[in-house]
Protein backbone atom coordinates (compact mmCIF):
# COMPACT_ATOMS: atom_id res chain seq x y z
CA UNK A 1 0.00 0.00 0.00
CA UNK A 2 1.13 3.65 -0.82
CA UNK A 3 0.06 5.81 1.81
CA UNK A 4 1.73 8.79 0.11
CA UNK A 5 1.22 8.48 -3.24
CA UNK A 6 -3.17 7.91 -2.12
CA UNK A 7 -2.84 11.18 -0.28
CA UNK A 8 -0.80 12.91 -2.98
CA UNK A 9 -3.63 11.83 -5.25
CA UNK A 10 -6.51 12.40 -2.82
CA UNK A 11 -5.34 15.89 -2.34
CA UNK A 12 -5.12 17.16 -5.93
CA UNK A 13 -8.38 15.39 -6.60
CA UNK A 14 -9.73 17.67 -3.35
CA UNK A 15 -7.81 20.88 -4.72
CA UNK A 16 -9.62 20.49 -8.23
CA UNK A 17 -12.78 19.89 -6.59
CA UNK A 18 -12.81 23.29 -4.61
CA UNK A 19 -12.16 25.43 -8.20
CA UNK A 20 -15.61 24.23 -8.98
CA UNK A 21 -16.89 26.55 -6.54
CA UNK A 22 -15.94 29.40 -8.30
CA UNK A 23 -19.27 28.60 -10.52
CA UNK A 24 -21.96 28.80 -7.95
CA UNK A 25 -19.83 31.89 -6.66
CA UNK A 26 -20.74 33.53 -10.22
CA UNK A 27 -24.37 32.79 -9.94
CA UNK A 28 -24.37 34.34 -6.16
CA UNK A 29 -22.90 37.59 -7.77
CA UNK A 30 -25.22 37.50 -10.50
CA UNK A 31 -28.43 37.10 -8.06
CA UNK A 32 -27.16 39.43 -5.25
CA UNK A 33 -28.47 36.78 -2.83
CA UNK A 34 -25.54 37.16 -0.36
CA UNK A 35 -24.26 34.51 -0.09
CA UNK A 36 -20.55 35.44 -2.01
CA UNK A 37 -18.81 35.03 1.54
CA UNK A 38 -19.76 31.77 2.18
CA UNK A 39 -18.68 30.33 -1.12
CA UNK A 40 -15.85 32.31 -0.32
CA UNK A 41 -15.25 30.62 2.74
CA UNK A 42 -16.06 27.03 0.95
CA UNK A 43 -13.17 27.02 -1.04
CA UNK A 44 -10.54 27.94 1.22
CA UNK A 45 -11.66 25.77 3.53
CA UNK A 46 -11.55 22.88 0.64
CA UNK A 47 -8.17 23.80 -0.84
CA UNK A 48 -6.46 24.28 2.34
CA UNK A 49 -7.68 20.61 3.01
CA UNK A 50 -6.46 19.45 -0.48
CA UNK A 51 -3.05 21.30 0.42
CA UNK A 52 -2.69 19.83 3.46
CA UNK A 53 -2.51 16.21 1.93
CA UNK A 54 -0.51 17.05 -0.89
CA UNK A 55 2.06 19.03 -0.18
CA UNK A 56 3.76 17.16 2.30
CA UNK A 57 3.95 14.07 -0.42
CA UNK A 58 3.83 16.37 -3.75
CA UNK A 59 7.15 14.52 -4.67
CA UNK A 60 5.63 11.26 -4.36
CA UNK A 61 4.76 10.09 -8.40
CA UNK A 62 5.69 6.63 -7.89
CA UNK A 63 2.48 4.00 -10.49
CA UNK A 64 -0.36 3.19 -8.84
CA UNK A 65 -1.27 -0.34 -8.15
CA UNK A 66 -4.70 -2.14 -8.82
CA UNK A 67 -5.23 -1.86 -5.37
CA UNK A 68 -4.36 1.53 -4.85
CA UNK A 69 -6.96 2.75 -7.53
CA UNK A 70 -9.62 1.14 -5.20
CA UNK A 71 -8.42 2.79 -2.34
CA UNK A 72 -8.14 6.14 -3.79
CA UNK A 73 -11.77 5.87 -4.98
CA UNK A 74 -13.30 4.68 -2.05
CA UNK A 75 -11.57 7.38 0.11
CA UNK A 76 -12.05 10.36 -2.26
CA UNK A 77 -15.46 9.66 -2.31
CA UNK A 78 -16.51 9.96 1.21
CA UNK A 79 -14.18 12.60 1.84
CA UNK A 80 -15.57 14.22 -1.07
CA UNK A 81 -19.37 13.38 0.12
CA UNK A 82 -18.00 14.95 3.83
CA UNK A 83 -15.78 18.16 2.21
CA UNK A 84 -18.56 18.81 -0.27
CA UNK A 85 -21.41 19.45 2.49
CA UNK A 86 -19.30 22.92 3.75
CA UNK A 87 -21.75 25.08 2.36
CA UNK A 88 -24.47 23.45 3.50
CA UNK A 89 -23.10 23.60 6.77
CA UNK A 90 -21.47 27.43 6.73
CA UNK A 91 -24.82 28.59 5.41
CA UNK A 92 -27.85 30.27 7.03
CA UNK A 93 -30.44 29.17 4.47
CA UNK A 94 -31.00 26.68 4.62
CA UNK A 95 -29.95 25.81 8.54
CA UNK A 96 -28.64 22.78 8.14
CA UNK A 97 -27.04 20.20 11.00
CA UNK A 98 -24.05 18.37 10.14
CA UNK A 99 -25.69 15.50 9.83
CA UNK A 100 -27.90 16.74 7.10
CA UNK A 101 -25.80 18.63 5.52
CA UNK A 102 -23.46 15.06 4.68
CA UNK A 103 -26.61 13.73 3.65
CA UNK A 104 -27.66 16.28 1.22
CA UNK A 105 -24.33 16.46 -0.15
CA UNK A 106 -23.55 12.54 -0.51
CA UNK A 107 -27.23 12.22 -2.13
CA UNK A 108 -25.95 14.81 -4.69
CA UNK A 109 -22.45 13.33 -5.63
CA UNK A 110 -24.16 9.83 -5.95
CA UNK A 111 -26.83 11.27 -7.84
CA UNK A 112 -29.27 9.80 -5.69
CA UNK A 113 -31.39 12.62 -4.96
CA UNK A 114 -33.18 11.64 -2.02
CA UNK A 115 -33.59 14.77 -0.56
CA UNK A 116 -33.99 16.35 3.71
CA UNK A 117 -34.41 20.22 2.06
CA UNK A 118 -37.89 21.78 2.01
CA UNK A 119 -39.06 24.75 0.53
CA UNK A 120 -36.57 25.38 -2.45
CA UNK A 121 -38.24 28.37 -3.79
CA UNK A 122 -37.02 30.22 -0.97
CA UNK A 123 -33.66 28.59 -0.74
CA UNK A 124 -30.54 31.06 -2.03
CA UNK A 125 -29.98 31.02 -5.82
CA UNK A 126 -26.79 29.76 -5.95
CA UNK A 127 -26.60 27.72 -3.19
CA UNK A 128 -29.63 25.55 -5.36
CA UNK A 129 -27.46 25.65 -8.51
CA UNK A 130 -24.09 23.82 -6.25
CA UNK A 131 -26.79 21.48 -5.56
CA UNK A 132 -27.32 20.72 -8.98
CA UNK A 133 -23.87 21.02 -9.68
CA UNK A 134 -23.08 18.15 -7.80
CA UNK A 135 -25.00 16.01 -9.30
CA UNK A 136 -23.57 16.97 -12.61
CA UNK A 137 -19.92 15.93 -11.46
CA UNK A 138 -20.77 13.05 -9.61
CA UNK A 139 -23.16 12.28 -12.84
CA UNK A 140 -19.91 10.84 -14.99
CA UNK A 141 -17.70 10.83 -12.06
CA UNK A 142 -14.32 13.45 -10.68
CA UNK A 143 -11.99 11.09 -10.71
CA UNK A 144 -12.92 10.33 -14.61
CA UNK A 145 -13.07 14.31 -14.90
CA UNK A 146 -8.94 14.26 -13.53
CA UNK A 147 -8.04 11.75 -16.18
CA UNK A 148 -9.22 13.59 -18.35
CA UNK A 149 -8.06 16.95 -17.47
CA UNK A 150 -4.95 16.36 -15.31
CA UNK A 151 -2.66 14.41 -16.23
CA UNK A 152 -0.58 16.01 -14.02
CA UNK A 153 -1.41 13.36 -11.47
CA UNK A 154 1.28 11.15 -12.96
CA UNK A 155 -0.55 8.12 -11.71
CA UNK A 156 -2.19 4.85 -13.09
CA UNK A 157 -4.77 6.01 -15.07
CA UNK A 158 -6.51 2.52 -15.68
CA UNK A 159 -6.71 1.22 -11.75
CA UNK A 160 -9.01 4.59 -11.07
CA UNK A 161 -11.02 3.90 -14.06
CA UNK A 162 -12.15 0.45 -13.15
CA UNK A 163 -12.94 1.44 -9.43
CA UNK A 164 -15.26 4.36 -10.46
CA UNK A 165 -16.74 3.45 -13.76
CA UNK A 166 -20.21 1.61 -13.26
CA UNK A 167 -20.36 -1.69 -14.85
CA UNK A 168 -19.30 -5.46 -15.20
CA UNK A 169 -16.90 -4.94 -18.13
CA UNK A 170 -14.49 -2.67 -17.28
CA UNK A 171 -11.61 -3.28 -19.38
CA UNK A 172 -12.70 -1.78 -22.48
CA UNK A 173 -11.49 1.79 -23.35
CA UNK A 174 -12.69 3.94 -25.98
CA UNK A 175 -9.49 5.71 -27.08
CA UNK A 176 -5.95 4.10 -26.71
CA UNK A 177 -4.83 6.15 -23.74
CA UNK A 178 -6.76 6.17 -20.55
CA UNK A 179 -6.64 9.86 -20.22
CA UNK A 180 -8.27 10.35 -24.00
CA UNK A 181 -11.00 7.63 -22.79
CA UNK A 182 -11.89 10.28 -19.73
CA UNK A 183 -11.74 12.97 -22.18
CA UNK A 184 -14.27 11.03 -24.98
CA UNK A 185 -16.96 10.39 -22.14
CA UNK A 186 -16.93 14.24 -20.64
CA UNK A 187 -17.30 15.66 -23.82
CA UNK A 188 -20.30 13.53 -24.78
CA UNK A 189 -21.71 14.45 -20.97
CA UNK A 190 -21.44 17.94 -21.50
CA UNK A 191 -22.47 18.04 -25.19
CA UNK A 192 -25.60 16.26 -23.49
CA UNK A 193 -26.04 18.57 -21.45
CA UNK A 194 -25.94 21.18 -22.89
CA UNK A 195 -28.23 20.30 -26.18
CA UNK A 196 -30.24 19.52 -23.07
CA UNK A 197 -30.15 22.83 -21.28
CA UNK A 198 -31.16 24.39 -24.13
CA UNK A 199 -34.15 22.18 -24.90
CA UNK A 200 -35.46 22.65 -21.54
CA UNK A 201 -35.20 26.68 -22.29
CA UNK A 202 -37.12 26.15 -25.55
CA UNK A 203 -39.65 23.89 -23.94
CA UNK A 204 -40.76 26.42 -21.31
CA UNK A 205 -38.10 26.74 -18.56
CA UNK A 206 -35.81 29.89 -17.66
CA UNK A 207 -32.07 29.77 -18.37
CA UNK A 208 -31.42 29.01 -14.73
CA UNK A 209 -34.37 25.83 -14.04
CA UNK A 210 -32.94 24.84 -17.88
CA UNK A 211 -29.41 24.61 -16.71
CA UNK A 212 -29.56 23.52 -13.21
CA UNK A 213 -31.94 21.04 -14.39
CA UNK A 214 -29.76 19.59 -17.43
CA UNK A 215 -27.20 19.26 -14.89
CA UNK A 216 -29.32 16.55 -12.89
CA UNK A 217 -31.18 15.52 -15.98
CA UNK A 218 -28.08 14.22 -17.45
CA UNK A 219 -25.99 13.04 -14.52
CA UNK A 220 -29.69 10.72 -14.04
CA UNK A 221 -29.67 12.52 -10.34
CA UNK A 222 -33.39 14.18 -9.38
CA UNK A 223 -32.57 17.21 -7.75
CA UNK A 224 -34.62 20.01 -8.53
CA UNK A 225 -35.09 23.77 -8.00
CA UNK A 226 -38.67 22.93 -6.91
CA UNK A 227 -40.38 21.22 -4.57
CA UNK A 228 -42.44 19.76 -7.11
CA UNK A 229 -39.95 18.72 -9.48
CA UNK A 230 -40.87 18.79 -12.68
CA UNK A 231 -44.39 19.01 -11.42
CA UNK A 232 -43.59 22.48 -10.66
CA UNK A 233 -44.25 23.50 -14.53
CA UNK A 234 -47.32 21.18 -15.45
CA UNK A 235 -45.72 21.78 -18.83
CA UNK A 236 -45.77 17.91 -21.22
CA UNK A 237 -43.41 19.69 -23.73
CA UNK A 238 -40.90 19.84 -20.62
CA UNK A 239 -42.17 16.67 -19.19
CA UNK A 240 -41.00 14.92 -23.17
CA UNK A 241 -37.77 16.69 -22.61
CA UNK A 242 -37.10 15.13 -19.53
CA UNK A 243 -37.61 12.05 -20.91
CA UNK A 244 -36.19 11.76 -23.87
CA UNK A 245 -32.50 12.81 -22.07
CA UNK A 246 -33.06 10.80 -18.97
CA UNK A 247 -33.28 7.58 -21.50
CA UNK A 248 -30.49 9.23 -23.53
CA UNK A 249 -28.30 9.25 -20.06
CA UNK A 250 -29.47 6.13 -19.11
CA UNK A 251 -27.69 4.03 -22.03
CA UNK A 252 -24.23 3.00 -22.27
CA UNK A 253 -21.81 6.09 -23.52
CA UNK A 254 -20.04 4.58 -24.61
CA UNK A 255 -22.62 3.40 -27.26
CA UNK A 256 -22.81 7.22 -27.66
CA UNK A 257 -19.28 7.42 -28.55
CA UNK A 258 -19.72 4.91 -31.74
CA UNK A 259 -22.71 6.34 -32.24
CA UNK A 260 -20.68 9.72 -33.20
CA UNK A 261 -17.96 7.84 -34.98
CA UNK A 262 -20.08 6.10 -37.20
CA UNK A 263 -23.06 8.70 -38.08
CA UNK A 264 -25.12 6.03 -37.49
CA UNK A 265 -28.25 5.37 -35.16
CA UNK A 266 -28.06 1.35 -36.08
CA UNK A 267 -25.11 1.18 -33.24
CA UNK A 268 -28.33 1.38 -31.20
CA UNK A 269 -30.33 -1.09 -32.65
CA UNK A 270 -27.13 -3.95 -32.97
CA UNK A 271 -26.85 -3.43 -29.12
CA UNK A 272 -28.53 -5.89 -27.24
CA UNK A 273 -28.11 -4.09 -23.66
CA UNK A 274 -29.63 -1.02 -25.40
CA UNK A 275 -32.92 -2.55 -27.23
CA UNK A 276 -33.93 -4.63 -23.87
CA UNK A 277 -33.51 -0.96 -22.01
CA UNK A 278 -35.63 0.70 -24.53
CA UNK A 279 -38.31 -2.52 -25.13
CA UNK A 280 -38.71 -2.43 -20.57
CA UNK A 281 -38.91 0.90 -20.61
CA UNK A 282 -41.69 1.02 -23.48
CA UNK A 283 -43.59 -2.04 -21.77
CA UNK A 284 -43.35 -0.92 -18.47
CA UNK A 285 -44.40 2.94 -19.14
CA UNK A 286 -47.72 1.61 -20.95
CA UNK A 287 -48.43 -0.74 -18.50
CA UNK A 288 -48.67 1.61 -15.49
CA UNK A 289 -50.25 4.14 -18.25
CA UNK A 290 -52.96 1.48 -19.19
CA UNK A 291 -53.61 1.70 -15.21
CA UNK A 292 -53.85 5.09 -14.49
CA UNK A 293 -56.20 5.52 -16.89
CA UNK A 294 -58.33 2.33 -16.69
CA UNK A 295 -58.29 3.08 -12.78
CA UNK A 296 -59.85 6.49 -13.72
CA UNK A 297 -57.04 8.40 -11.70
CA UNK A 298 -57.72 12.30 -11.30
CA UNK A 299 -59.96 12.06 -14.49
CA UNK A 300 -56.70 11.41 -16.53
CA UNK A 301 -57.40 11.00 -20.15
CA UNK A 302 -55.36 8.40 -22.05
CA UNK A 303 -52.62 10.86 -23.10
CA UNK A 304 -52.08 12.03 -19.55
CA UNK A 305 -51.74 8.57 -18.26
CA UNK A 306 -49.35 7.63 -20.54
CA UNK A 307 -47.72 10.73 -20.03
CA UNK A 308 -47.41 10.42 -16.55
CA UNK A 309 -47.00 6.57 -16.94
CA UNK A 310 -43.64 6.83 -18.71
CA UNK A 311 -42.47 9.78 -17.25
CA UNK A 312 -42.14 8.19 -13.95
CA UNK A 313 -41.16 4.82 -14.89
CA UNK A 314 -38.13 6.13 -17.33
CA UNK A 315 -37.36 8.52 -13.64
CA UNK A 316 -37.13 5.11 -11.82
CA UNK A 317 -35.59 2.75 -14.46
CA UNK A 318 -33.09 5.34 -15.34
CA UNK A 319 -32.77 5.93 -11.14
CA UNK A 320 -33.19 9.88 -11.88
CA UNK A 321 -36.16 10.17 -9.28
CA UNK A 322 -37.90 13.16 -11.12
CA UNK A 323 -41.85 13.37 -10.46
CA UNK A 324 -44.56 14.78 -12.04
CA UNK A 325 -47.26 14.06 -9.76
CA UNK A 326 -47.92 12.19 -6.31
CA UNK A 327 -46.83 8.78 -7.82
CA UNK A 328 -47.08 7.00 -4.16
CA UNK A 329 -50.90 7.81 -3.91
CA UNK A 330 -51.14 5.96 -7.41
CA UNK A 331 -53.23 2.60 -6.92
CA UNK A 332 -52.52 -1.21 -5.91
CA UNK A 333 -48.93 -2.48 -7.34
CA UNK A 334 -48.05 0.72 -9.47
CA UNK A 335 -45.71 2.10 -6.52
CA UNK A 336 -44.12 -0.64 -5.72
CA UNK A 337 -43.78 -1.42 -9.55
CA UNK A 338 -41.92 1.56 -9.70
CA UNK A 339 -39.57 1.07 -6.82
CA UNK A 340 -39.16 -2.29 -8.54
CA UNK A 341 -37.90 -1.06 -11.90
CA UNK A 342 -35.15 0.95 -10.30
CA UNK A 343 -33.62 -2.57 -9.58
CA UNK A 344 -32.57 -3.21 -12.89
CA UNK A 345 -31.33 0.67 -13.76
CA UNK A 346 -29.82 1.75 -16.54
CA UNK A 347 -27.23 0.24 -19.05
CA UNK A 348 -23.27 -0.20 -17.67
CA UNK A 349 -21.86 2.71 -18.06
CA UNK A 350 -24.22 5.06 -18.19
CA UNK A 351 -25.15 7.94 -15.16
CA UNK A 352 -27.86 5.53 -14.10
CA UNK A 353 -27.64 3.28 -11.03
CA UNK A 354 -29.42 0.10 -10.54
CA UNK A 355 -28.04 -3.34 -11.02
CA UNK A 356 -27.81 -2.39 -14.44
CA UNK A 357 -29.71 -4.15 -16.91
CA UNK A 358 -26.72 -6.32 -18.61
CA UNK A 359 -26.37 -8.01 -15.13
CA UNK A 360 -29.77 -8.68 -14.76
CA UNK A 361 -30.05 -9.91 -18.57
CA UNK A 362 -26.96 -11.88 -17.62
CA UNK A 363 -28.27 -13.24 -14.30
CA UNK A 364 -31.80 -13.99 -16.48
CA UNK A 365 -29.64 -16.02 -19.05
CA UNK A 366 -27.88 -17.72 -16.42
CA UNK A 367 -30.71 -18.67 -14.55
CA UNK A 368 -31.99 -20.28 -17.74
CA UNK A 369 -28.81 -22.12 -18.71
CA UNK A 370 -29.20 -23.74 -15.48
CA UNK A 371 -32.87 -24.95 -16.29
CA UNK A 372 -31.42 -26.20 -19.83
CA UNK A 373 -29.07 -28.22 -17.45
CA UNK A 374 -31.85 -30.13 -15.70
CA UNK A 375 -32.98 -31.33 -18.90
CA UNK A 376 -29.83 -31.91 -20.48
CA UNK A 377 -27.00 -33.05 -17.88
CA UNK A 378 -24.37 -33.27 -20.61
CA UNK A 379 -25.11 -30.23 -22.89
CA UNK A 380 -22.60 -27.45 -23.25
CA UNK A 381 -24.80 -24.47 -23.34
CA UNK A 382 -23.09 -20.81 -23.42
CA UNK A 383 -24.66 -17.77 -22.56
CA UNK A 384 -24.71 -14.91 -24.99
CA UNK A 385 -25.82 -11.75 -25.33
CA UNK A 386 -26.53 -11.02 -28.79
CA UNK A 387 -24.28 -13.36 -30.97
CA UNK A 388 -21.52 -13.36 -28.07
CA UNK A 389 -20.29 -15.16 -26.23
CA UNK A 390 -19.69 -14.23 -22.55
CA UNK A 391 -16.60 -15.59 -20.62
CA UNK A 392 -17.34 -17.77 -17.55
CA UNK A 393 -15.95 -15.24 -15.60
CA UNK A 394 -17.93 -12.46 -16.25
CA UNK A 395 -20.98 -14.68 -15.47
CA UNK A 396 -19.18 -15.23 -11.65
CA UNK A 397 -18.08 -11.58 -11.20
CA UNK A 398 -22.38 -10.87 -11.90
CA UNK A 399 -23.16 -13.51 -9.49
CA UNK A 400 -20.99 -12.90 -7.31
CA UNK A 401 -21.96 -9.02 -7.56
CA UNK A 402 -25.77 -10.20 -6.99
CA UNK A 403 -24.59 -12.08 -4.21
CA UNK A 404 -23.16 -9.08 -2.17
CA UNK A 405 -26.03 -6.86 -3.21
CA UNK A 406 -28.73 -8.98 -1.56
CA UNK A 407 -26.57 -9.32 1.83
CA UNK A 408 -25.57 -5.70 1.85
CA UNK A 409 -29.33 -4.68 0.98
CA UNK A 410 -30.84 -7.24 3.88
CA UNK A 411 -28.30 -5.92 6.21
CA UNK A 412 -29.09 -2.65 5.91
CA UNK A 413 -32.68 -2.76 5.81
CA UNK A 414 -32.35 -4.61 9.34
CA UNK A 415 -30.37 -2.16 10.93
CA UNK A 416 -32.84 0.79 9.19
CA UNK A 417 -35.84 -0.99 11.12
CA UNK A 418 -33.97 -1.03 13.87
CA UNK A 419 -33.52 2.35 13.50
CA UNK A 420 -37.18 3.17 13.69
CA UNK A 421 -38.53 2.74 10.35
CA UNK A 422 -41.57 0.51 9.13
CA UNK A 423 -40.72 -2.50 6.55
CA UNK A 424 -42.13 -0.73 3.75
CA UNK A 425 -39.99 2.18 4.58
CA UNK A 426 -36.63 0.49 5.36
CA UNK A 427 -37.25 -1.21 2.12
CA UNK A 428 -37.70 1.74 -0.27
CA UNK A 429 -35.88 3.69 1.49
CA UNK A 430 -32.65 0.91 1.11
CA UNK A 431 -33.84 0.65 -2.35
CA UNK A 432 -33.89 4.15 -3.18
CA UNK A 433 -30.28 4.76 -2.07
CA UNK A 434 -28.66 1.90 -3.15
CA UNK A 435 -29.91 1.85 -6.30
CA UNK A 436 -29.27 5.40 -6.40
CA UNK A 437 -33.06 6.27 -7.41
CA UNK A 438 -34.05 9.20 -4.69
CA UNK A 439 -37.74 8.74 -3.25
CA UNK A 440 -39.09 5.69 -2.02
CA UNK A 441 -42.50 5.26 -0.44
CA UNK A 442 -44.28 5.49 3.18
CA UNK A 443 -42.25 7.74 5.32
CA UNK A 444 -39.31 8.18 2.66
CA UNK A 445 -41.75 9.17 -0.17
CA UNK A 446 -41.22 12.81 -0.63
CA UNK A 447 -38.23 13.27 1.56
CA UNK A 448 -35.89 11.72 4.30
CA UNK A 449 -36.09 14.85 6.58
CA UNK A 450 -38.24 12.93 9.20
CA UNK A 451 -35.74 9.82 9.58
CA UNK A 452 -33.58 9.31 12.33
CA UNK A 453 -29.83 10.26 12.05
CA UNK A 454 -28.27 6.86 12.38
CA UNK A 455 -30.68 6.09 9.91
CA UNK A 456 -29.86 9.03 7.17
CA UNK A 457 -26.02 7.84 7.98
CA UNK A 458 -26.74 4.21 7.08
CA UNK A 459 -28.63 6.12 4.02
CA UNK A 460 -25.36 7.84 2.93
CA UNK A 461 -23.31 4.17 3.23
CA UNK A 462 -26.18 2.70 1.05
CA UNK A 463 -25.45 5.61 -1.67
CA UNK A 464 -21.95 4.94 -1.62
CA UNK A 465 -21.88 1.00 -1.72
CA UNK A 466 -24.45 1.98 -5.13
CA UNK A 467 -22.41 4.61 -6.50
CA UNK A 468 -19.19 2.53 -6.40
CA UNK A 469 -20.92 -1.18 -6.79
CA UNK A 470 -20.10 -2.38 -3.73
CA UNK A 471 -17.21 -4.10 -4.45
CA UNK A 472 -14.80 -0.88 -4.52
CA UNK A 473 -16.01 0.04 -0.69
CA UNK A 474 -16.01 -3.69 0.45
CA UNK A 475 -12.99 -4.80 -0.91
CA UNK A 476 -11.33 -2.58 1.59
CA UNK A 477 -13.12 -4.48 4.45
CA UNK A 478 -11.30 -7.75 3.13
CA UNK A 479 -8.22 -8.24 5.55
CA UNK A 480 -6.53 -9.60 2.73
CA UNK A 481 -6.40 -6.67 1.57
CA UNK A 482 -4.58 -5.16 4.11
CA UNK A 483 -2.51 -7.91 4.15
CA UNK A 484 0.20 -6.97 1.92
Not at 202 to 222: L, Q, V
Not at 419 to 428: N, Y
Request: glycine share 10%.
Amino acid sequence: MQAKVVLRSIGLLLMMFSTTLFLPLLVSYIYQDQAELLFWQSFLILLGAGAMLWFPFRNEKRQLYHRDGFLIVALFWMILGTMGAVPFILGDTPSLSITDAVFESVSGFTTTGATILEGLDDIPKSILFYRQLLQWFGGMGVIVLALAVLPVLGIGGMQLFRAEVPGPVKDSKLTPRIAGTAKALWVIYLGITIICAIAYRIAGMDWFDAIGHSFSTTANGGYSTHDESIGFFKNPAIEIVAIFFMAVSGMNFALHFAALQSASLKVYLLDSEARTYLLLMILSGSVVGGVLYYKDISDFSLFDAMRHGMFQIVSFMTTSGFSTTDFYNWPGPVPVMLVFIGFVGGCAGSTAGGLKVIRVMLLYKQGDREIQRLIHPNACIPVKVGKEVQQERIIEAVWGFFGLYVVSFGIIMLLMMAGGLDQVTAFSAVAACINNVGPGLGDVATSFRTVSDPVKWLACFAMLLGRLEIFTILVLLSPKYWRY
